[in-house]
């Protein structure tokens, strides 16, 4: 049996997310499995590096799935690319080992979040970056990016309630770039909580506004509570750029 590995883009916003839903076919996972199932003849089930929630966008997810059938790679990509909605791309497609698992062979990966700074909304950017109309100080965000760097207790930046699994993650990147109005933010982690990515922007827009202190970040990771730590951002200014493996 072929185990194919596909690289996904995909604009989220009209989607409830990747993960397959019982009560709607209208997520990124259940569109593909619907095409796949009819290119290969087979009921067919992908494997993506994680999900990704509600109106978030992917430049690179990356999914797995098995067939028997003998199609080459070439009219695979052609035949999802044509039937797919145009906004859920396969960017590659290639033969991967009997054993490679999208999810759990996964190393680290890698996100973007976009912030439009002005008083003034975008047009074109408001449904791929958060409005947030107060004045930011760049330098304290960016002493707080360096704080929240480097090997952490990351649970009380998560909305698990509880897990029985680490919530110990490596933070190798966190930064900001400006152009304009538009702040870039990215987040690099040997892996992510749930909205991990979300709450530490709400954080550091708080700080940056002067609602909250540096010396919260260390309270978050003492206390491990959610409470303290920022609001969770809206989902549409996140990007998944890439998985590492």
């Known amino acids: 049996m072929r185990n194919i590995k596909l690289t996904i883009e995909y604009d989220g916003k009209r989607y409830l997310g990747w993960q397959r839903l019982g009560d709607s076919d209208n997520t990124i996972q259940g569109k593909i499995e619907s095409v796949l199932t009819k290119m290969v003849g087979e009921e067919t089930e992908i494997i993506g590096s994680g999900r990704t929630d509600a109106g978030t966008h992917a430049r690179g997810q990356v999914a797995n799935f098995k067939t028997n059938a003998t199609m080459d790679l070439t009219k ?6 044509r039937y797919l909605p145009q906004d859920i791309v396969i960017k590659s497609i290639g ?8 999810r759990y062979h996964a190393t ?3 996100y973007s ?8 909304p975008s047009a074109f950017e408001r449904n791929y970056s958060f409005h947030y109309p107060k004045e930011l100080d760049l330098d ?7 704080m929240l760097k480097g090997t952490h207790d990351f649970l009380g930046f998560s909305s698990l309630k509880k897990t029985k ?3 110990i993650r490596k933070m190798t990147e966190l930064s900001i770039q400006k152009e304009g109005s538009q702040l870039h933010f990215t987040f690099v982690a040997d892996g992510f909580l749930y909205n991990m990515v979300r ?3 709400g954080t550091l827009l708080e700080i940056g506004a002067g609602t909250m202190e540096l ?3 260390e309270e978050i990771f003492t206390t491990k509570s959610r409470m303290n730590a920022g609001e969770t951002v809206p989902s549409h200014g996140l990007f998944l750029d890439e998985v590492y493996y």
């Open 95 to 102: 033969e991967a080992s009997e054993r490679f698992h999208a």
């Open 140 to 146: 304290r965000m960016n002493e707080a990016c360096q």
């Open 165 to 167: 699994k680490s919530s």
């Open 215 to 217: 010396t919260d970040i």
């Open 199 to 201: 709450i530490l922007m």
């Open 113 to 120: 979040y976009y912030v439009w700074n002005d008083v003034i």
């Open 76 to 81: 695979m990509s052609d035949f999802l690319n």
């Open 108 to 110: 680290g990966k890698k």
